[in-house]
């Protein structure tokens, strides 16, 4: 069989069902290959959103996602969003065809080992054509083993050449990997449970890391009197428990702060109590602090060790301080009527602001949001300042809650819905971007259109780049230069065969909800809200108002 033969079908061995990316050169026997093993390929109009596509796979099914690309400008156009995979810890394998070996001087000839340090991906290289079914199961290993992108750089030449292998040989990294997880070590148990037990007053911090752990963490929660409450990756972590108290950092309610400030213990379960979800320490000065995680010598936000550490998976992790506390049994804690009651008053910003003409509030889009579209609906929250409302606001259990907040950049919510969709069966999942974000990658709705994804993109139009529109505001700029009027999206949605509307109005809004969840299809619900209503995180930092 030829290289590139080997190579597809490692991995069809894997159990990859999608691949999506843009064909070239360098990659388009492979993608013939792929393509006649059975593995759906998607073709997209820009190769980075392949990649937040295959990010966006793995973040909702925990499967290695997979994306595609020809040599040099095709592997470059990854840059950004390997930058928030690779930030978010994202197991994908980035199949990047490339020139021939030693062919410095060709047109399209990039270092393609420099550009994946660069944006802090792993890298995995095709040097010898018999190496191919060992390089596959190295790259899935690599990005499974470390969670992280990684590049699997196959030179044209290589690629053609013949090779004397057979797929059956092919041993996939599920069976290299260690099948057993973490466990941790009674000594750390010990040290861990003897600071629950002088303790009264306990928050549970969950993050992305204990996605699999809920029963167990809640079951923790319930035997130590402690509240839950999650990181940003983490939200919609046992959304439904009375005394979560949702987002700790800069996203937290005024009740959840309060409640923080009272904390004698914090345990940190998959979560790495960071300068933002502990606002450098400002949300828990009197506390003392428990990581469980699976790093070795994680460390707290300010550079120091915690008073305990498990080094474990988290579900194994939280059984064993069940256990190691099971005589404490019934501890009331924080875990009182009166706390309940707080906790379920704790949202939302009220405070009358006079809008913009033909405008709605934003906070009112998200409680409409939150109530009518169903939990079954998987949710993408994109980056900017309007998504810092959903954030807050939103709070509906979900099948899977994706924040793309990593490396700053905006312009990532559709791509990464569309690949989320298709992680399960293409059920439907819908996003809140900005238009600035939505506009950065409209043309991979005509992708959403072709493939019939049903992804409801709720866009916070307010004709703006709008966290600088705000930041300019509050520093004394030239705010105007912040403006970009949009079209009616709903319009350019239809035109690209999708579907759509304007709302200028929350009625409106709400008959966009209602023509989307009858019949999910690729729809663009283009809301213009007022550019006078100012998020909370915004009002703290910019105002500097204690709410």
């Known amino acids: 069989m030829k290289v590139y033969e080997a190579l597809a079908a490692g991995f069809a061995r894997e159990g990859v069902g999608v691949v999506y990316g843009l064909m070239g050169d360098a990659n388009m026997k492979w993608l013939n290959a792929i393509s006649a093993s059975g593995i759906q390929v998607v073709n997209v109009r820009h190769e980075g959103a392949g990649l937040a596509m295959a990010d966006g796979e793995a973040r909702a099914s925990g499967r290695v996602g997979v994306c595609t690309t020809t040599s040099g400008p095709g592997t470059s156009q990854l840059a950004t969003t390997m930058l928030v995979a690779s930030r978010a810890r994202t197991p994908l394998v980035a199949f990047c065809g490339d020139v021939e070996r030693g062919a410095t001087d060709e047109p399209q000839y990039l270092d393609q080992k420099r550009f994946a340090e660069a944006t802090e991906a792993g890298f995995v290289r095709l040097e010898r054509g018999e190496d191919a079914l060992r390089v596959v199961s190295d790259a899935f290993l690599l990005a499974t083993s470390e969670s992280r992108p990684v590049i699997l750089s196959a030179p044209l030449d290589v690629q053609n050449l013949e090779v004397d292998l057979d797929s059956d040989d092919y041993v996939p990294a599920r069976e290299r990997r260690d099948p057993w997880p973490l466990a941790p070590h009674a000594a750390a148990i010990a040290a861990a449970a003897a600071l629950i037990e002088e303790s009264e007053r306990i928050i549970i911090v969950a993050g992305r890391g204990a996605a699999d752990a809920e029963p167990e963490i809640a079951r923790l929660a319930d035997k130590t009197g402690a509240l839950l409450a999650t990181s940003l990756l983490a939200k919609g972590f046992a959304a439904d428990d009375p005394f979560n108290i949702g987002i700790v950092g800069l996203y937290a309610t005024r009740t959840a702060i309060q409640l923080c ?28 602090f428990i990581l469980a995680d699976t790093k070795s010598d994680p460390v707290l936000w300010d550079g120091r060790a915690p008073d305990a550490v498990l080094r474990a998976d988290a579900a194994l992790a939280a059984e064993a301080l069940l256990a190691a506390v099971s005589e404490r049994s019934g501890r009331q804690g924080f875990r009182t009527d009166e ?24 906070r009112e889009v998200c409680r409409s949001v939150d109530r009518l579209v169903p939990g079954d609906f998987g949710l993408v929250l994109g980056s900017g300042h309007q998504t810092r ?104 949605a239809r035109a690209l065969g999708g579907d759509g509307k304007l709302a200028r109005s929350i009625a409106e809004v709400e008959a966009g909800l209602a023509d989307f969840i009858s019949a999910p299809r690729p729809y663009v619900l283009d809301v213009r809200i007022s550019r006078t209503v100012l998020s909370i995180p915004y009002r703290r930092l910019w105002n500097g108002e204690d709410v």
């Open 339 to 362: 706390t309940r009651a707080l906790i379920a008053d704790a949202d939302d910003d009220r405070s009358p602001v006079e809008l913009d003409e033909g405008t709605v509030d934003p």
């Open 389 to 492: 409302f959903p954030t807050m606001i939103l709070r509906r259990p979900r099948p899977f809650v994706i924040a793309q907040h990593h490396f700053g950049c905006i312009g990532q919510a559709l791509t990464t819905g569309i690949g989320a969709s298709f992680a399960r069966g293409k059920a439907p999942v819908f996003t809140l971007e900005g238009d600035a974000g939505f506009m950065m990658h409209l043309a991979e709705f005509d992708t959403a259109v072709r493939y019939g994804v049903p992804i409801l993109v709720i866009v916070m139009n307010d004709e703006a780049i709008g966290a600088e529109y705000q930041k300019s505001k509050a520093t004394g700029l030239d705010e105007s230069l912040t403006l970009i009027p949009a079209p009616d999206l709903g319009l350019v």
């Open 261 to 288: 400030q009272e904390a004698d213990l914090v345990i940190g379960i998959g979560a790495s109590l960071n300068t933002y979800t502990t606002e450098q320490g400002y949300l828990f000065p009197d506390a003392a």
